[in-house]
């Protein structure tokens, strides 16, 4: 009779296992057709040259599927706001999520950035003596040091440079 219990209890443990992953599934499909919906909405307010409500779809469809089609689409609209070194680094991640028939898309978003370069500036940055435990970070964000040097795109205008290095007071320069 304990080889039965033992049985039903296994055989209603497997069904109430299996009930929950149902809802799980359909909630995924269901996440999967809203972002299908957003990408067909955020292309077309792309279009439209609404950039910013665009760049919210696309972001909304990135949570759910990051795709190299979509980092395209969000370094587009990047671009179109006007935040060049966004939709260049944007352009350059594509190859991170990309299969290998995005080969195309890689290469033109490579393309884009490239062609972005020329409307930014290269700030260049070499610390002198030992760097291994230096923080460098230009408007608040952090720059990796290779070697003792670090280079960054950056849109026309002002910007800090903040230089901290171990145990010592953070340097800022406008």
Do not use: W
Not at 44 to 69: I, N, P, W
Not at 89 to 100: C, F, G, N, Q, W
């Amino acid at each position: 009779m304990a080889t039965k219990s033992k049985y039903t209890k296994s055989f209603v443990f497997t069904l109430v296992l299996a009930a929950s992953l149902v809802p799980a599934a359909a909630y995924a499909d269901d996440d999967v057709e809203v972002a299908r919906k957003a990408f067909t909405a955020g292309y077309a307010e792309e279009q439209a040259g609404h950039y910013a409500a665009a760049l919210e779809k696309f972001l909304e469809v990135q949570r759910v599927k990051d795709t190299a089609s979509v980092r395209y689409r969000i370094g587009a609209c990047h671009e179109g706001l006007g935040r060049f070194d966004r939709a260049r680094e944007t352009y350059l991640s594509i190859e991170k999520v990309a299969r290998p028939e995005d080969k195309d898309v890689v290469a033109s978003g490579a393309a884009k950035a490239k062609e972005l370069e020329a409307k930014l500036g290269e700030l260049s940055l070499r610390i002198d003596g030992d760097a291994s435990a230096a923080r460098v970070a230009i408007d608040g964000t952090d720059v990796p040091l290779q070697n003792g040097q670090a280079s960054a795109f950056l849109t026309p205008g002002e910007h800090r440079v903040t230089y901290e290095p171990k145990g010592e007071a953070a340097v800022v320069t406008p």
